[in-house]
């Protein structure tokens, strides 16, 4: 059973920046996709950003160019710089890890960590 621990989420003007962090225990390997989502209020869960081995790395389009994801392996842990923020990202964000072992996929999910951007 892998646990997640978000950090970094606030309250932030617009233009301002915030970095997440999510620390992984248990179970995890290098391989592993851990990615970032986000739950507006009256929205679905969207997918913010994604990194998995290489590492390749995928983003929302309404983020590219202003959030950065990355990881660091030996920390287990992954982190989400976002820049220029605006009030439309203002959401609960949530960290994600996709494992696959022997052919069982598995997902984990923290408990959310509520980022506010006021204009």
């Known amino acids: 059973q892998v646990q997640l621990v978000e950090s970094g989420g606030g309250l932030v003007q617009a233009g301002g920046s915030l970095r997440l962090s999510c620390t992984a225990s248990?179970?995890?390997?290098?391989?592993?996709?851990m990615g970032w989502y986000r739950q507006g209020p009256g929205a679905q869960r969207e997918l913010v950003a994604r990194i998995t081995t290489g590492p390749s790395t995928n983003y929302a389009d309404s983020v590219k160019g202003w959030f950065t994801i990355s990881r660091d392996n030996a920390k287990n842990t992954v982190y989400l710089q976002m820049n220029s923020l605006k009030p439309e990202d203002t959401a609960v964000y949530y960290c994600r890890v996709e494992q696959s072992r022997l052919g069982v996929r598995m997902d984990s999910w923290g408990q959310g960590t509520q980022v506010t951007v006021s204009a």
């Open positions: 248990g179970n995890i390997f290098s391989t592993d996709a």
